[in-house]
């Protein structure tokens, strides 16, 4: 019994001690290759070389389609509406009478004031005779000529309420659906119809400050609209002479042809606004942009290792970004693999 304990004791010790030789072999190991092997280890990366090109900068931009001109139809005076002479949603001419509200009252008062004014009239001619015999002063005559002058306003101001009572339409355009018909009572507040210009359209879009001193009014730009593939022009007609502090942009207008009338007020447009050409741009992968909290950042393969460097990056196109400073010709840039490098790592760059 003795021997049989005596040999399972020597045989649990046997394993203790394999065990233990192991483990602290192992950790020797380990602790060797972190300090001597898998940090001078170098990382494998794919690189370019960076080259200078030709670049015809376009800076893609969302804007707004307005009409070139567009009012809403009120009545300046209120009424009774007597006749309304357009269809909605046709095209009308500027003066032509869109409807009309009945002036009996008035022209019963014009009447009235043209009586009074010519007793008026005849007052001050008896009473400039008068003077001129010296039967009456000076400022009897004055009196006179002011009644007679007060009286001739009158007539004249019921003249432009009667001349309201036909409301006209003040350019050319579509007029829409309106919200009155004959009989109506209509005050200054109701609103009739919409009148809207549409053979030219307003474009409007901002851009980024740092891009107001390319654009020039007179330009010409490109810009296409939801569920259709044809590409309209438009020309800038209008910058506005400030920065809007809030967003840092330039409000930009231009003005486009809509003879075919496919256009539409009140729509999206994407606009395609070209900038100045870049002889010598570098273009690069935009996979090697590396987001930092002040900017952006790049690395480049320098001596067998990773350098990190800050970029000034630009426009952005479907593949690539625009690098306005940082990068120059030559610089091997790392595209793969640049969100764990850290600065001064070793790498080993496989050149595409």
Do not use: C, W
């Amino acid at each position: 019994m003795k021997v049989k304990n005596l040999i399972y004791a020597f045989i649990i010790i046997v394993l203790g001690g394999f065990i233990a030789y192991r483990v602290i072999s192992n950790k020797k190991k380990n602790d060797e290759s972190k300090k001597f092997g898998d940090k001078d280890k170098p990382t494998t990366v794919t690189g370019v070389v960076v080259k200078t090109s030709i670049f015809d900068n376009t800076l893609s931009l969302s804007g707004s389609i307005e009409a070139n001109e567009q009012v809403e139809i009120h009545s300046e005076i209120s009424g009774i509406v007597e006749g309304i002479y357009f269809t909605e949603g046709s095209y009308v001419t500027k003066g032509q009478v869109l409807f009309k509200v009945n002036d009996t009252e008035l022209r019963a008062q014009l009447r009235q004031a043209q009586t009074k004014e010519g007793l008026a009239g005849e007052n001050k001619r008896r009473a400039k005779l008068l003077l001129e015999k010296e039967a009456i002063s000076q400022e009897e005559f004055d009196v006179a000529n002011a009644d007679y002058a007060s009286a001739k306003a009158q007539t004249q101001l019921i003249r432009a309420q009667i001349a309201k009572t036909a409301v006209k339409a003040p350019f050319s355009g579509k007029i829409g659906l309106r919200s009155i018909s004959p009989g109506t009572y209509i005050t200054p507040t109701v609103l009739v119809a919409k009148l809207v210009n549409t053979g030219k359209l307003k474009i409007t879009f901002s851009i980024p400050e740092k891009y107001a001193a390319q654009v020039t009014s007179g330009s010409v730009i490109d810009f296409t609209v939801s569920g259709s593939d044809k590409i309209y022009k438009a020309k800038i007609y209008a910058i506005e002479p400030e920065v809007e502090v809030a967003t840092r942009t330039l409000k930009i207008r231009a003005i486009a042809e809509n003879t075919d009338g496919k256009l539409f007020p009140g729509t999206f447009a994407d606009v395609k606004l070209p900038l100045n050409i870049i002889k010598d741009a570098i273009l690069i992968p935009s996979e090697a942009i590396v987001p930092i909290q002040d900017g952006k950042k790049v690395y480049i393969a320098n001596m067998g290792k990773a350098k990190e460097i800050k970029v000034d990056a630009t426009t952005r196109t479907d593949a690539s970004v625009l690098i306005l400073s940082g990068l120059k010709a030559g610089d091997t840039l790392i595209t793969s693999g640049v969100m764990s490098l850290k600065d001064e790592a070793p790498i080993k760059v496989k050149v595409k």
